[in-house]
């Protein structure tokens, strides 16, 4: 062979592209991960199998199979195909880093590539991926088994909940275009508590002391805000100032709430089954709370035809009820909550509904998460009853806009009292719930433009 064929060959081996190092590990987790499913089967499963016990046999049956691989491996490779496999068996794959670190809040999965994750109010882009669809599909699976629900062609959406009470949502194709979508909204360990909202600048310490009187005076409260503005967080808040001597009835869609009281019950909706039978609503759990001897009722989000039952219940003895409404203002959650009776099917006049709602509802904390990622409640609003064929409302507290930003982008405006004491002053007064005149003591609020 000449000097010059013997170059050209040489060159042409140099311009085949080497593998990179990464792509070949992944395809190695994905031959080991495979093999451990085949050789464990059903024990992995097996419920009446310890954690300890099915980590050891995993750690040993991995160590046997590492063994068997041909492709030379470094120790620290080793560990990290070691960590991820025992991750993608007993965990959830690559979201166990983000579910432990408590800096993240909420994580999405837009498809096998793709997870960003939210850190102190703001999105990014992780970096992590998944190894393809499949295994994505996997981890779907895996979680919503858990608390008894499927997902598949026949049910391609899902709610349901980690073991911590972390939110959790899924949905596959056909419904989603481009692969399977996840979306994780974390809870803490620790719930929040009051003293945690004063110290993120959500709310004041003189609005904290107005809202446990609040709850303790039995006054009917709706949280509203945006998605994620931080409204469930305010209601466990608000749940807390309950007294321990009290039974509590908590109805949810997928439970969240991490009440401390000692007499809780917590009911839970069901989704119909693969026939469309079976279906539990939240609707239905209100009506039956009624029957549990409850005194409060908390309601984890009114969306739909329940809001009627919950105006009734409040109506008829059961004050001191705690709900949530996703609405952009305490004038919005007086629409939202007529457009959701109207959703029961009760052909009720428009008067005879607002009336249900003035009678029912005394105290509407309106929410939201601000441009700068940082959740406040802008709004604590009095309902203060019919003047004609409209509901009034009276603001008490207000969040001022416009003392600007600091140097970090943040809000450096706070809640603010409008100076007027509340109609029912004089009721929390007579239950031996007194308010100090500092509380609505007037502040100057400036113009200010909500973000």
């Known amino acids: 062979m000449s000097l010059h064929q013997r170059l050209t060959e040489a060159r042409a081996v140099e311009d085949v592209p080497e593998v990179p190092r990464r792509q070949i590990l992944d395809e190695i987790n994905k031959r080991i991960h495979q093999q451990l499913i085949e050789a464990l089967g059903p024990e992995l499963y097996d419920r009446s199998t310890s954690s300890d016990e099915l980590k050891a ?84 699976e895996k979680i919503v088994a858990q608390v008894g629900r499927r997902i598949d062609e026949s049910v391609p959406m899902v709610d349901a909940r980690l073991q911590d009470g972390s939110r959790v949502n899924a949905i596959i194709p056909p419904l989603a275009i481009g692969g399977p979508k996840l979306t994780i909204r974390k809870f803490a360990a620790d719930p929040f508590k009051v003293e945690d909202l004063i110290g993120f600048g959500t709310l004041a310490p003189k609005v904290a002391m107005f809202l446990e009187a609040c709850v303790r005076g039995r006054l009917n409260v709706i949280v509203s805000g945006g998605t994620g503005s931080g409204k469930t967080t305010t209601l466990n808040v608000l749940s807390s100032f309950i007294p321990t001597d009290e039974r509590i009835v908590t109805i949810e869609d997928a439970v969240e709430l991490q009440l401390h009281q000692d007499h809780v019950v917590q009911l839970e909706s069901r989704p119909a089954n693969i026939e469309g039978k079976g279906e539990v609503a939240i609707r239905d759990l209100v009506r039956n709370a009624l029957r549990m001897r409850p005194d409060r009722i908390v309601v984890g989000e009114a969306r739909g035809g329940e809001a009627l039952d919950m105006l009734q219940a409040m109506n008829t003895g059961h004050d001191g009820s705690l709900s949530t409404v996703h609405a952009n203002s305490p004038r919005d959650v007086l629409s939202r909550l007529e457009t959701m009776v109207l959703m029961s099917g009760m052909e009720l006049p428009i008067r005879a509904i607002r009336e249900q709602v003035s009678s029912a509802i005394d105290i509407i904390i309106q929410q939201a998460r601000l441009r700068d990622g940082t959740r406040r409640i802008t709004h604590v609003t009095e309902v203060q009853g019919m003047e004609g064929d409209i509901i009034t409302l009276q603001d008490l507290f207000l969040f001022d806009f416009s003392m600007g930003l600091d140097e970090a982008g943040k809000f450096k405006g706070k809640l603010k009292s409008t100076g007027i004491r509340p109609k029912f002053a004089q009721r929390l007064q007579d239950l031996g719930i007194p308010l100090p005149g500092e509380v609505f003591q007037f502040e100057y609020i400036g113009r200010g433009t909500a973000s």
Request: aromatic share 6%; charged share 35%; glycine share 6%.
């Open 57 to 140: 046999k995993i750690a040993d049956k991995l160590k046997e199979l590492m063994a068997r691989e041909q492709t030379q491996l470094s120790p620290a490779e080793k560990s990290r195909l070691n960590e991820e496999i025992s991750n993608d068996v007993l965990g959830y794959g690559p979201l166990d880093q983000f579910l432990k670190n408590t800096e993240v809040t909420e994580i999405m999965v837009n498809g096998a590539e793709s997870i960003y994750i939210e850190r102190f109010g703001k999105l990014e882009l992780s970096g992590e991926k998944f190894l393809d669809e499949n295994h994505l599909r996997r981890i779907i």
